[in-house]
């Protein structure tokens, strides 16, 4: 009997440790897979609150995994957000292409053209297969938005780059301390981000000094000459959050209040 009780109580204590944060309103999905159009098993923490009709997918800067989003995802939990937060190609969980292993320490930051070298950029089909799984759930691609955080800002300006057209992607970015290097892109560096009907959402600290060869408060101003540039172009703008410090990618959402705003910047353009 008393062995009963202890396993009894050991599994109600596994089950309260596994839905810490939970509630009664969300429904979480035990962690997800699905394979890109090269052939990338990506493995994703998927989580669905109930009567969410809104979407996120979230994207890791590079050298970490989804687990980065821990300090964001309640926030759009609560907000009626469903989250889907991938491990890039060569992190986490997503190891595996067919038989090949596949190791983000091996990949490179320039396109090289070289045969069996893995381009960093090419985790825009990481992206890609996300919003698909997203879309095949019922996620309406104009209730879909997408957050990146260094690198993983980055990949969504090449995503954006690879669609060029906004008919059938998503449009609303959000963007933490983008890098804004030349991944030798046909369009470089960031023109793709506001040549494009869309609204991108930029959060970077103004002594942030990872930002690629920019450092916060000059990556801003590369990117607003070019927002002017193309001007005529353009039907929505470029939004700018500035905070002061030198945080740079998910460290940004330790600041008073950066989550409620991203909550509240989502739910101005989605319905």
């Excluded at 062995?3 to 109580?9: D, E, M, Y």
């Excluded at 890791?60 to 939990?77: E, F, I, R």
Aim: hydrophobic content about 35%.
């Amino acid at each position: 009997m008393n062995k009963t009780i202890a396993t009894i109580a050991m599994i109600a204590v596994f089950c309260a440790a596994f839905c810490v944060g939970c509630g009664d309103e969300a429904n979480l999905m035990p962690d997800t897979s699905f394979v890109t159009k090269d052939g990338v098993t990506i493995f994703a923490g998927y989580t669905l609150p109930k009567g969410a009709k809104k979407a996120v997918i979230l994207v890791h800067d590079k050298g970490t995994d989804h687990s980065v989003w821990a300090d964001l995802t309640p926030k759009l939990h609560e907000a009626g957000y469903a989250t889907l937060a991938i491990d890039l190609r060569g992190h986490g969980q997503s190891l595996k292409q067919g038989e090949k292993t596949l190791d983000y320490k091996d990949f490179t930051d320039t396109w090289t053209g070289e045969e069996g070298k893995t381009w960093m950029m090419d985790c825009y089909k990481d992206v890609e297969a996300g919003i698909k799984f997203l879309e095949s759930n019922g996620f309406a691609t104009a209730n879909i938005a997408a957050i990146g955080e260094g690198e993983g800002a980055d990949i969504l300006t090449q995503y954006r780059g690879q669609h060029p057209a906004p008919d059938g992607r998503i449009v609303v970015f959000v963007l933490l301390s983008p890098e804004i290097r030349d991944y030798g892109s046909t369009i470089k560096n960031v023109g793709p981000i506001e040549k494009l009907d869309e609204k991108i959402f930029l959060y970077y600290c103004n002594n942030d000094t990872d930002c690629g060869e920019y450092e916060g408060s000059k990556m801003f101003k590369k990117m607003s000459a070019i927002a002017a540039k193309y001007k005529s172009e353009l039907r929505q703008e470029l939004v700018a959050r500035r905070y002061e410090g030198t945080d740079h990618g998910v460290a940004i959402l330790k600041i008073a209040n950066v989550t409620d705003r991203i909550t509240q910047d989502l739910d101005s353009l989605l319905d």
